[in-house]
């Protein structure tokens, strides 16, 4: 007997890391997916293969925390760009193939600490609407690959809110902004950084720098210059969680950008681009404000990044106004004498500046063989073209440099807050003009992003190029000014996937009287009396469009293909704590910075959508099985497939405290660890064998394969196990919580009013900054490392 259990440890100590499933499945591919979907090919005309998927086919599933395998809602206030929605997990869900965002209209409040005002403090604020977002954060990441969602976008489309229905494919203008009055958004971001939870992203968002300078070492957390950085960290590497958008915004036009930083130096940007907002429809009076190196004359040397590349959405109807000549713009840009200061607002633009406003881009043969180019709009249809938004200057609230938005002034003291920093980030970015198509039906937009000097960021809708950045554009960038240009990485950072709908009035598309109260207005403001006091017609327009809310954003599936034969240079990988780029000892020792009392970070195993048993378990032995059609997983055993060892180390919030001594357990506490790991894997090999299977505790007989067709006891077997080995504790941190109050200071929850305690929670918002939301507990602020202190005390 014993021989047999010391060869079952063998096998076992071979098996401690993830292991591929009996059926051969992969770990994050959903089993409905459709067989033609499994590969696809690229833009190169590279074959990839299908590494995730999520068909949405089940439904009623949950998001909140610690409930589904993949994707984790938020449940907190929207904290970025004047924001004015909630984000609970009561507004998303799955319903008939479809997975949901809601956006309801409706009065939230919410009290939170006001980091920027003279003496920072609480102040009361109502939401007017719930949405909600998703992320798989720490969960699924990927670097490289192709990136496909089908989805239709969130509007106003009944007969009743006044919202016309045009021919098909006409092109929607600035009016109809109006009717489509939020702010969805398909995004990814790197893992060191969870959006909405300002401490994780401070310092970090949106860094692709690995350069040692003095110029920087101090604004990025994590520095190229830290020969010892600890928390897993690789040795003089400079890391950050960088933003790469695949879609956001509404209305007529979509954006799609990557964010970066450090940004380029003010030698190297647009003239005087931060003089009020007309840089966004480029039509700045300023010279040089609107277009890098336009006019002419008024640049001696490059600005901002060359060689993007810029194409047609002709999912637009073509339109002749807009047509160009190749031979025509070509010439205007080579020759370097272009007069006007506007895009297409004087006399001539057309046949002298790219459809793209970006006398930089390229202008070659798309994918090199055309038969149209890039930056020219041959076909008369909808065009991509460089967003005026370059970029904000992110600042501490304390800094005084001349540069940040809301510097404090002489004469007002410190608040000493958080650690000093100020710095510039850019946005790389295009708007592209749309249909109503994209709201009344569904379409494809996909993101191809190849790693490597030789790689790009590409984005198409339904397969047609919209925009492209290649690496080169990042790595070879202009110098000659007063200071050096900061050479910038091409992403490279393992990133996670998000789905929101936001509504704010700094979007270019708002919901009624954004900025004034609710979306039926508020007469007791002057503001909104200002605006429609004597415009009837006005109230009556947006009361309608008001009437028409829920409205949501709907994604049919989301599927991922990397590189897996190894066609390109650098090959893509999914994980989100690669060895190239960890971060799992770096959030497990900094774990306060992202989760709190009302997102915890929980553990889950299981999950997987399965048709049989064979979809939830290891070759060697019965790790977990299918249990209407999702995999549940044995003791010991987690992962979506049941088939990674669940982590046993302490729960993250006392790894936290411990890290102040060290980076983590000792050798010997290591192997005892890894020991008792293998003995008990070996333990249930040995059970196994003999015929007894564990389930949380439970011993049951073999069984055959569980089906759609199968039925369990109910006293048999239970539920996907929720391991809650990450909870953070609502004494020790709560940094970025998501309750709001009653008059009464209970926390509410957000759809149900229910209480669900006598905390009070503070949030702190940065209005120059993108994905910063702040709480702090009670009469304490929360610092850096999930500690209590004095809210003037340095983090």
Not at 270 to 294: E, I, P, R, S
Not at 374 to 382: H, I, L
Not at 501 to 517: D, E, I, K, R
Not at 628 to 640: A, D, E
């Amino acid at each position: 007997m014993w021989w047999r259990l010391f060869l079952v440890l063998g096998a076992a100590m071979a098996e401690v890391q993830d292991a591929p499933t009996k059926s051969g499945v992969k770990t994050w591919v959903d089993v409905e997916t459709p067989e033609w979907a499994l590969t696809k090919t690229t833009s190169r005309g590279h074959e990839y293969d299908l590494v995730m998927s999520d068909e949405f086919n089940n439904e009623n599933r949950n998001f909140t925390a610690g409930m589904d395998h993949l994707w984790t809602a938020l449940n907190l206030p929207d904290g970025v760009n004047s924001a004015i929605g909630y984000y609970s997990p009561h507004n998303t869900y799955t319903s008939n193939g479809k997975f949901l965002i809601r956006v309801d209209e409706g009065t939230v409040p919410i009290q939170y600490w006001d980091q920027y005002s003279t003496k920072p403090g609480w102040v009361n604020k109502n939401m007017y609407y719930t949405g909600a977002m998703v992320q798989t954060w720490n969960k699924f990441c990927l670097q490289g690959g192709l990136i496909e969602v089908r989805l239709q976008l969130p509007g106003a489309l009944d007969a009743a809110s006044g919202n016309p229905k045009y021919p098909p494919y006409q092109r929607l203008v600035e009016s109809d902004r109006g009717f489509y009055p939020t702010w969805p958004g398909i995004w990814l971001m790197g893992n060191l950084g969870r959006a909405l939870f300002s401490a994780s992203t401070r310092r970090m968002w949106p860094w692709t720098y690995n350069e040692c300078d003095p110029r920087y070492k101090d604004m990025q957390r994590i520095s190229a210059c830290n020969a010892t950085p600890g928390h897993g960290l690789n040795p003089f590497q400079g890391r950050g969680a960088p933003e790469i958008d695949i879609l956001e915004g509404g209305g007529n036009e979509i954006s799609s950008s990557i964010q970066i930083g450090p940004g380029m130096p003010f030698d190297y940007r647009l003239y005087n681009a931060d003089d009020g907002g007309c840089f966004y429809d480029k039509k700045c009076k300023y010279t040089g404000a609107n277009m890098a190196n336009v006019p002419s004359a008024a640049f001696k040397r490059q600005h901002w990044y060359q060689g993007l590349r810029y194409a047609a959405n002709n999912k637009c109807a073509p339109n002749a106004t807009y047509g160009q000549q190749y031979n025509s713009v070509y010439q205007s840009v080579t020759a370097k004498k272009i007069t006007t200061n506007t895009c297409f607002s004087s006399p001539g633009d057309q046949q002298a500046i790219p459809a793209s406003c970006d006398v930089n881009g390229d202008l070659g043969l798309i994918d090199g063989v055309g038969p149209t180019h890039w930056g020219v709009n041959e076909k008369s249809t909808c065009f991509a073209q460089a967003n005026g938004y370059k970029g904000v200057y992110l600042c501490d609230p304390d800094n005084q440099y001349y540069r940040c938005e809301f510097a404090r002034p002489d004469g007002r003291a410190k608040t000493n807050q958080m650690t000093p920093f100020n710095y510039q980030m850019d946005a790389l970015s295009a708007n592209w003009f749309t249909t109503q198509e994209a709201y009344r039906g569904y379409m494809n937009y996909s993101l191809e992003w190849v790693l490597g000097p030789n790689g790009h960021i590409r984005w198409a809708l339904d397969d047609q190029v919209l925009f492209e950045i290649p690496s080169q554009s990042i790595l070879n960038v202009p110098q000659g000014g007063n200071e050096t240009n900061p050479v910038k990485l091409p992403i490279e950072e393992p990133m996670y996937l998000i789905f929101n709908v936001a509504t704010a009035p700094a979007w270019g598309t708002m919901p009624p009287n954004a900025g004034y109260g609710p979306c039926r207005g508020n007469q007791t403001d002057p503001g909104w009396l200002w605006k429609n006091k004597t415009n009837r017609a006005t109230v009556v327009a947006e009361t309608k469009i008001c009437d028409s809310f829920p409205m949501y954003l709907s994604v049919d599936y989301i599927r991922v293909w990397q590189d897996l034969r190894g066609q390109e240079e650098n090959g893509s990988h999914i994980g989100c704590d690669p060895a190239s780029h960890p971060t799992s000892t770096w959030i497990l020792d900094n774990i306060g910075d992202y989760s709190d009392a009302n997102n915890s970070v929980i553990d889950v195993a299981g999950g997987a959508t399965c048709n049989s048993d064979d979809d939830c378990t290891r070759a060697s032995m019965m790790t977990g099985i299918c249990v209407k059609n999702r995999c549940q997983c044995t003791t010991l055993w987690g992962g979506p497939r049941c088939t990674w060892v669940v982590d046993i180390e302490p729960n993250w919030a006392f790894r936290a405290q411990a890290s102040a001594k060290g980076f983590g357990p000792t050798v010997p506490i290591t192997v005892s660890l890894l020991a008792l790991v293998i003995l008990a894997i070996a333990f249930i090999q040995y059970r196994q064998s003999k015929g007894h299977f564990m389930f949380f505790s439970k011993v049951r007989g073999p069984s055959t394969p569980v089906t759609r067709a199968s039925s369990v006891a109910n006293d048999d077997v239970m539920s996907t196990e929720e391991r809650t080995v990450h909870r953070a504790m609502l004494n020790q941190s709560s940094l970025d919580n998501a309750s709001f109050l009653d008059s009464h200071g209970h926390v509410l929850d957000s759809n149900h009013g229910m209480d669900i305690g006598q905390t009070r929670y503070e949030l702190e918002t940065t209005p120059s900054e993108g994905h910063h939301v702040r709480f702090n507990e009670k009469a304490f602020a929360i610092d850096a490392y999930g500690r209590k202190t004095a809210p003037s005390t340095m983090i």
